[in-house]
């Protein structure tokens, strides 16, 4: 299984990015998706988690209303919409591909190379 990301830049605060991860090598119903960070000096967090089947979505408290994971039925792709930027999260975004839905990384089984995002204040 394979995972590439994209769609990261550079925004000001309040702006809005859209990352994508296509996911290929098996089928993407076959695992629970998920999005992390990674700040500079900081470890990799939690962003988002979707299911395998239902769609059924959980979030980091500070994301929450801001940020959007989904995956279209008809599409090899994970996509999360950010929206009310802020410069806090700026950081490094990576897309996870695993079993069950966890905020645990070590949870996750394959993972993209990461997408820079930065937003300026």
């Known amino acids: 299984v394979q995972l590439q990301a994209s769609g990261g830049g550079l925004v000001q605060a309040g702006g809005s990015l859209r990352l994508s991860c296509v996911v290929s090598?098996?089928?993407?119903?076959?695992?629970?998706l998920g999005w992390f960070r990674q700040a500079p000096g900081k470890e990799r967090e939690f962003v988002a988690t979707?299911?395998?089947?239902?769609?059924?979505?959980y979030y980091e408290d500070s994301v929450k209303g801001r940020l959007t994971i989904f995956r279209p039925n008809a599409e090899s792709t994970l996509y999360l919409d950010m929206n009310s930027l802020k410069p806090e999260d700026t950081a490094v975004y990576y897309c996870a591909a695993g079993g069950p839905m966890s905020v645990v990384a070590a949870a996750y089984d394959y993972w993209g190379q990461g997408t820079q995002v930065t937003v300026s204040s």
């Open positions: 090598g098996r089928a993407i119903s076959t695992y629970t």
């Open positions: 979707i299911s395998r089947n239902d769609g059924q979505a």
